[in-house]
């Protein structure tokens, strides 16, 4: 009895182990990555495929912090801004075709990241209203041009509200998602925070490596 | 080869009990701990930078005297804290200061940023030749 308890217990462990953590997604190849291994990123002022022109403002903002938690030097977002502005390049479309020669002469960093929003902002609906910030990222090396890593990232006021079968994980951030959205007037600005750390820490499935400041670097 | 003892028998599952706990307490951990541990502990302290930067994007450089009080302040806490300074946090202090006229201040910042990180120099180097020519408005 006690051993047919066990083994069923076991089973389910099992099952967790292999599921709960794991991708269903073909393992990204990072061959590139590992080879330039870059230590510091410029974010350029992100492109904005969204109606909310505020957009970039949030996603720029919300940039450097699982970046820099992930162990890279991010340069200064806002000085950086300045730089592009007193250079007379005031709008991202412009910025994201600087040469990457160029852009490495002036700020020294080893990669870039390009940073396109594909949704920001809460749609107004008779039964409810969601509010949903979508982005994805191009991480491009600076010295040599070449694509290190591309990824997307989304996150919903909805998700809490879906059952979901996302294992603890998933739980935990819906509850985040929740509050958050319960909690503030700048929804949007709040449900971009979860998306950056979705999309830019590292050590998610498919997700940036680990840079030279964090402990992980090469680890993974 | 002979049947094993009655006493044997006895034993048997208990054991196998035992060794199957102990599976199970492992397989447990590594359930609870395999998706938790990418929560590392942070490396910087944050408190309200993200949001000054936000809060100095949205306002279009007209907000800079209450955005350098709210850094200070948070920097204290930091200091307090024993957090480490994440990075551009001077560097954007000290652009606030040069859109005050301190640009004595903005130096200081910029150099306190390329010694925190040295990845910084070039851009910090590169910043410092240029004050002149105005960096913030």
């Known amino acids: ?220 | 080869m002979e049947a094993l003892s009655p006493s044997h028998e006895r034993k048997r599952p208990t054991m196998m009990n035992k060794k199957l706990a102990a599976g199970f307490a492992l397989g447990l951990a590594l359930a609870l701990s395999g998706c938790a541990n990418h929560q590392q502990k942070s490396l910087y302290g944050w408190g309200n930078y993200q949001d000054q930067l936000y809060e100095h994007f949205k306002t279009e450089g007209n907000g800079n005297a209450a955005e350098i009080a709210a850094l200070e302040e948070n920097l204290q806490k930091m200091r307090a804290n024993n957090d480490a300074v994440p990075p551009g946090y001077h560097a954007h202090l000290g652009m606030l200061y040069a859109s005050i006229g301190k640009e004595d201040q903005l130096i200081q910042e910029l150099q306190t940023e390329k010694t925190l990180f040295p990845e910084s120099a070039p851009y910090m180097d590169f910043l410092m030749r240029n004050y002149k020519k105005g960096l913030s408005k």
């Open chain 1, 1 to 220: 009895m006690m051993l047919n308890k066990l083994k069923a217990l076991g089973a389910v462990l099992l099952a967790l182990l292999a599921s709960g953590c794991a991708t269903k997604q073909k393992p990204y190849d990072y061959a590139e990555f590992k080879a330039a291994r870059p230590a510091s990123i410029l974010v350029l002022p992100p492109m904005n495929s969204s109606s909310e022109v505020i957009a970039p403002y949030g996603m720029l903002a919300q940039a450097t912090q699982p970046l820099a938690e992930s162990g890279y030097y991010v340069i200064p977002v806002s000085l950086a801004s300045e730089t592009f502005k007193q250079n007379g390049l005031a709008n991202a479309a412009d910025i994201h075709e600087v040469p990457v020669k160029k852009l490495r002469e002036i700020f020294g960093a080893d990669a870039g990241l390009y940073i396109n929003i594909t949704d920001y902002g809460t749609s107004y609906k008779v039964v409810q209203s969601d509010t949903v910030v979508s982005a994805d990222a191009k991480l491009v090396d600076l010295r040599s041009g070449k694509t290190l890593w591309q990824g997307s990232a989304s996150a919903s006021s909805a998700e809490g509200r879906q059952n979901q079968n996302n294992g603890l994980l998933g739980v935990l951030l819906s509850a985040v998602v929740n509050q958050i959205i319960s909690t503030t007037t700048d929804a949007s600005y709040k449900m971009a925070s979860v998306t950056s750390n979705r999309l830019l820490r590292a050590g998610g499935n498919n997700g940036l490596l680990y840079g030279p400041r964090s402990p992980q670097y090469q680890k993974d």
